[in-house]
Each structure stands twice: as C-alpha cells, then as structure tokens.
C-alpha cells in the first residue's frame, strides 16, 4: 500500500518536517510516480482498529508481501539512470565530434591537393604563354631587322638611281615618283587626287597618254605635294 505524505502523516499522527526527515535519511520506503512522492508502508504500516477495512488491507499488504518484491523507483536509482544516459551521450557526441573533425580534414586535404593542381596547371599555362610570348617577340625582332635592312638598301638603292631627282632634265610619272616618297598609301591618293584635280589649269603639270608627269627642272611641285 502507498500513501501521500498528506495521508501518511493523518494516519500515523506525524508532523510533515518529521516525515521529510525521515525520507531524507531513507528510513521510509518510497516511490515517485508523476512527480509525487508515495510512501510505501508494507514494513511501517501497523493498525490498530480491528475494522473490516483494516483487514481487508492487511490481507493486501500480506498478499503483497507473499508475492515477488518489485524493484523499487528511488532518487539514487533515477540519479544513476540519469547518469548512465549522461555518459552514453557524452560518448556519442564524442564520437560524433571525431567524425566531423575527420570529415573537415578530409576536406581541407581535398581543397589542398585541388589548389595545388589547378596552381600546377596555371604555372604550366604561363610558362607556355611565356614561351609563345617569347617566340613573336623574336619574330617581331627579326622582321624589324629585315624590314629595316631591305629600306636602307632600298634608299641606297634609290639614291644611285636618283641621287637629285629635283636636278634631273627628264620628265618622271607622278605615280612613280610617289612611290619614292617615305608616305602611307592614303597619303600618296590624296596627293595623286589633289594633281588630277588641277591638271588642267596647272602648266606644271605634263599630261601624256593618260598619265601625268612632272619636271622638275622647271617647276616646283611643293605646294601640290606638301601634306
């Protein structure tokens, strides 16, 4: 039988501070159902009224004492259930953490190998670049030096053939003598526009079969050929 400590405390006369004294030095059995504490008075439990009641709650607490003691519900028992749960979690979320601290190595290592793969393949890219880069410079180096080469032996070239083209007594083609000049190909079409335009009314100018040509021994042309 199980009593509150309301109904254990009417039943045996005894002061509520005496009964938590009691419970606190475990000298009463108890239980703890639902958050109430019930006394359980199978070896406490005396009556003294000879009731019919009392003695249908004797043949109880005999018949409970013939049957199997039921383990019994105590703070210590709670605490160590407790306990025993504190420490299984506490294990798993150790395991747990090793896990993840696994896990973020494992991926910091990937991102390591990957950084250092795609830096292996730009350094590769670049030296290639550079190389290219390397080759058209020289390329370029060398058409500059051609290219320079063939106008000095081209200016010499000139210079034997007319070393005063001004001074010579022959007629020369305006196209021709163009050509010698050190000027763009839309410089020497303006220039050549500029002739045509005025032929006609300019003397200097010497028109023969279609083409135009000009004396230098006689006229100046720098006013037509400036640009």
């Known amino acids: 039988m199980k009593l509150t400590i309301d109904e254990y405390s009417k039943h045996f006369k005894m002061s509520k501070e005496m009964i938590h004294s009691k419970l606190k030095m475990k000298q009463l059995n108890f239980i703890i159902e639902n958050g109430i504490t019930y ?3 199978m070896n406490n439990f005396v009556d ?7 003695h249908q709650e004797k043949n109880v607490l005999l018949t409970l004492k013939q049957s199997p ?5 105590t703070v210590a028992t709670v605490l160590a259930l407790y306990q025993r ?3 299984q979690l506490k294990e798993k979320i150790y395991q747990l953490e090793t896990k993840i601290d696994k896990l973020i190595s494992d991926k910091e290592d990937m991102l390591r190998a990957e950084i250092d793969k795609i830096e292996h393949v730009y350094r590769s890219k670049d030296e290639q670049l550079k190389s290219i880069l390397e080759l058209i410079n020289t390329k370029l180096m060398l058409e500059q ?3 320079t080469i063939h106008e000095v032996e081209t200016y010499h ?3 034997r053939k007319h070393p005063d083209i001004r001074m010579q007594t022959e007629l020369i ?3 021709d003598y163009l050509r010698t000049l ?3 190909s839309y410089q020497r079409k303006i220039i050549k526009k500029r002739f045509i335009a005025v032929h006609d009314s300019d003397i200097r100018i010497i028109q023969q079969n279609g083409k135009l040509y000009l004396d230098f021994s006689k006229y100046d042309y720098s006013d037509l050929l400036e640009y």
Do not use: F, G, H, S
């Open 69 to 73: 003691v039921q383990p019994k519900t």
């Open 48 to 54: 003294k009224d000879n009731t019919p009641e009392n």
């Open 39 to 41: 006394i359980t008075t």
């Open 157 to 159: 070239t000139q210079e």
């Open 173 to 175: 083609e305006l196209r």
């Open 182 to 184: 050190d000027l763009e």
């Open 145 to 147: 030096q051609n290219q």
């Open 85 to 87: 749960e504190n420490k």
